[in-house]
């Protein structure tokens, strides 16, 4: 969404929805500033899921990995059925080459979930394989979804 909001500020600044984001759109030229502001937002408001998501973001453009690592985890402790969450901190460790946490962290998820949320789970551990050019696992896990959406259908 930061990209996206970027681009769309330039091209359209006055729109409402723009005007309204803009706070992401300055964090984005200066991720220091968003931090400093997503931290007093923090204390305020120690569970604030989207917070902590786009703070653990700010911290990795910073190459804070330490730190964003600790705004995902919290995110997913105060809510683990939080689907964003989940595939921001998968996304998260891919990102820094840490496929076994990237798994686990969708497998815990999996263990939750029921029925065709399953799926869901099954199709990102799929995106996931597939980046790192792991095309038997990604195989395996769209077999899997397709599975628990045959199953679904049937019902």
Do not use: H, M
């Not at 030229?29 to 305020?44: F, M, S, V």
């Not at 804070?64 to 595939?87: K, Y």
Request: hydrophobic share 40%; net charge neutral.
């Amino acid at each position: 969404l930061p990209i996206y909001l970027l681009a769309a500020s330039k091209l359209n600044p006055n729109d409402p929805f723009i005007k309204a984001n803009k706070q992401i759109v300055d964090e984005e030229d200066d991720p220091r500033a968003g931090i400093t502001r997503r931290l007093e937002q923090r204390e305020a408001e120690p569970n604030d899921i989207p917070n902590l998501l786009r703070l653990g973001e700010l911290y990795v453009k910073t190459k804070d990995t330490i730190r964003a690592e600790e705004c995902f985890t919290t995110a997913i402790q105060s809510d683990p059925s939080n689907w964003v969450a989940v595939q921001t901190a998968a996304g998260f460790y891919a990102g820094i080459g840490r496929r076994a946490d990237a798994e686990g962290v969708l497998r815990a998820y999996e263990a939750r979930a029921e029925g065709i949320e399953k799926a869901g789970v099954y199709f990102a551990l799929a995106r996931l394989a597939e980046k790192l050019s792991d095309y038997k696992a990604a195989y395996e896990r769209l077999r899997e979804a397709r599975q628990v959406v045959d199953r679904k259908s049937v019902v």
